[in-house]
């Protein structure tokens, strides 16, 4: 992770564009601001057909879930 400055964003071409956006309280990487990343995971709720991700951290990890589209926390 990095607490450079956010800038407008970087092209993934056919995956779309990642969006960089200034941090909040309300962000659940704060914590872990300059940690480095130890894993990411991809799930899959063969239920709902979802897709997630967690980013796993030396100190904990953030879980994301798909709606939509969109990735959005989970918790």
Do not use: K, N, Q
């Amino acid at each position: 992770m990095d607490d450079a400055a956010p800038r407008s964003g970087d092209d993934m071409g056919e995956h779309g564009t990642v969006e960089v956006a200034p941090w909040t309280h309300g962000s659940p990487f704060v914590r872990h601001a300059g940690e480095p990343v130890v894993a990411v995971h991809e799930r899959f709720d063969s239920y709902t057909g979802r897709v997630g991700l967690e980013i796993v951290f030396p100190t904990g990890s953030v879980e994301y879930e798909s709606w939509c589209g969109d990735l959005r926390p989970v918790g």
